[in-house]
């Protein structure tokens, strides 16, 4: 077996043994908090963890337009029912709110007595009924009489409407461009783009069955901008790929005019590729999209040595010339690596993992070039007929360059808004602006919250961070009140300290004693003396039950809205 040969089968067998590993254990992800940073302060983890998984970032924002006011009306209807019925979303709203037929989570309706302070006197159990009754002047079903008889002060409503993500005004959202609006929350966090995709699936295939086929179908949200990015960095990867391979095939075929010399070009940058993307695989548990487009970028860093080489090799043999050009190429390897090494000490996933996919490819890109390369271009070296030589290369004028270099500049600039500095974070943004803007279109008939704080309290116990909470939730009733904030909203709206569950179980009546105020509060009023035997037995219930517990709320479908508002971050 030959030199050629011999080295040929070792490398092609290291390359068979990283396609294998690609194979069985390479997984793409295209979740951007890959490049957040890991060691943070703990309102930045908050933050982080908010985006990642919070039930903001599940929000599916469903426009439906392309008919009058009143068709997409009723297929937004039809829509959210269809979609309740799958397992896939926690909740889909449409600004609709029935008492008749709004779903109250057993851990509220077994302990909304524990949830808000009540007043039980004689004169507080009065208004309660009083508002009670101007509420079925306007009309209610039997569901909201029932509600009523078990929890005359509507606490259990006040509780939902409190968790909404949005502003529920009883009537159905609809955008300024006349678009029905919907929020959908998904069951999966939105950085699982696969579970997105199938939400979205799903939402469109709900769609199709509802709608008349005339309608139009607009989703966006964080999950649904995942999936896009998703689409175009693939798309984009694989377009410029090929682009500037393009481009770099065309200029070394110009320089060489030999397709064997092109062929050969590819094997260190092949090489490195391989071997970057096999180490960034056995070192992470998933390789992000950003690596692979942006890394195979900076590793074309890698196609000056086999440039290098047949430069050199004109006259005289691939192994005289890597010898001669050796010592340079390792300095300049060498100082490649350590650039790139630095992107590994990143305090995000995303950065070192392309320090080490570029460090590595880089390193295996010049080993070819040094081990392989030469043996297979072989004694002939790397002369060609008809390729120029140094000599005879043309050169660029210095007041050619000049001029190239300024009409560039000049050719580009009524692109630009004419500011030397961007400081707009929102160009950052992969997601296409037309998209933002039709979130933002949507959105604004939902009337989401607009969160502008987020305030963190980090406590060593639970009780102490619920306690910590309500102390804080006092000034920011005071801030409602004076008009400086809209509204809040805390983890102790539905999970009190159990100090204050207890003040409040001890603040109910026994039976006997709320027996007599709610008779004498009914009589005069178009209640039965018995209607409201339900709610004894709730308050009876509510003096002896257990404080309500996380446990609770995680075993029902108030985890969602739970898991965001209460965070636990490694030991915290």
Do not use: C
Request: charged share 20%; net charge negative; aromatic share 8%.
């Amino acid at each position: 077996m030959s030199p050629a040969a011999r080295r040929s089968a070792w490398w092609l067998a290291a390359a068979t043994l990283s396609v294998a590993i690609l194979v069985t254990k390479l997984q793409l992800s295209f979740d951007l908090s890959a490049f957040f940073p890991k060691q943070t302060e703990l309102i930045h983890e908050v933050l982080i963890e908010q985006v990642r998984k919070g039930p903001a970032s599940r929000l599916l924002v469903i426009g439906i337009g392309g008919a009058s006011e009143e068709q997409v009306i009723d297929t937004g209807r039809r829509l959210r029912e269809e979609l309740l019925v799958t397992p896939t979303f926690v909740s889909v709203l449409n600004g609709e709110f029935d008492e008749d037929t709004a779903e109250i989570p057993s851990p509220i309706l077994d302990h909304y007595l524990l949830m808000r302070d009540l007043d039980f006197s004689d004169a507080g159990i009065e208004r309660a009924l009083d508002a009670r009754l101007r509420d079925l002047a306007f009309g209610g079903g039997p569901a909201l009489i029932d509600l009523i008889t078990r929890d005359p002060y509507l606490v259990t409503l006040d509780v939902l409407q409190s968790l909404m993500p949005a502003e529920m005004s009883g009537k159905p959202w609809v955008a300024p461009n006349g678009e029905a609006v919907l929020l959908a929350e998904t069951q999966a966090a939105a950085i699982d783009v696969a579970a997105q995709e199938a939400a979205i699936a799903e939402v469109r295939d709900a769609f199709a069955a509802v709608g008349d086929g005339t309608q139009d179908l607009d989703i966006t949200g964080v999950g649904a901008f995942s999936v896009e990015l998703q689409r175009t960095i693939r798309a984009e990867a694989f377009l410029r790929s090929v682009l500037a391979s393009a481009a770099l095939l065309f200029v070394l075929f110009v320089v060489f005019r030999n397709a064997r010399l092109l062929l050969l070009s590819a094997v260190p940058l092949l090489s490195g590729f391989l071997a970057g993307l096999t180490l960034v695989t056995l070192l992470f548990d998933t390789v992000h999209g950003i690596t692979l487009a942006f890394g195979f970028t900076l590793l074309g860093v890698a196609v000056d040595y086999p440039l290098h080489l047949f430069s050199h090799a004109r006259h005289s043999s691939g192994l005289t010339a890597i010898e001669r050009i050796w010592p340079t190429m390792r300095l300049g390897v060498l100082s490649t690596v350590v650039a790139y090494l630095a992107l590994t000490f990143s305090n995000s996933d995303g950065l070192a993992q392309l320090g080490y996919f570029t460090a590595g490819g880089v390193v295996v890109a010049s080993l070819a070039t040094r081990t392989w390369l030469p043996y297979l271009l072989g004694n002939q070296g790397a002369t060609t007929s008809d390729a120029p030589t140094a000599t005879q290369a043309p050169r660029l004028s210095f007041t050619f360059t000049v001029i190239l270099f300024a009409t560039g500049l000049i050719a580009v600039y009524p692109g630009s808004d004419g500011a030397l500095w961007d400081d707009n974070l929102s160009s950052l943004s992969p997601v296409a602006g037309d998209r933002l803007a039709a979130d933002q279109n949507l959105r604004s008939a939902a009337v989401t919250a607009d969160l502008r704080y987020q305030l963190t309290i980090n406590a060593d116990s639970l009780e102490s961070l619920l306690r910590a909470s309500e102390e804080l939730d006092a000034l920011l009733d005071d801030a409602v009140d004076i008009g400086l904030l809209e509204s809040w909203q805390s983890v102790t709206r539905l999970l009190p300290s159990e100090q204050t569950q207890q003040t409040r179980r001890q603040n109910i009546p026994n039976r006997e004693t709320l027996s007599q105020r709610i008779a004498v509060a009914v009589s005069g009023t178009p209640f039965r003396a018995d209607a409201f035997d339900t709610f004894l037995a709730s308050a009876d219930a509510a003096r002896s039950s257990p404080p309500i517990t996380v446990a609770d709320l995680q075993a029902s479908t108030l985890r969602s809205w739970l898991d965001a508002h209460l965070l636990q971050i490694g030991d915290r």
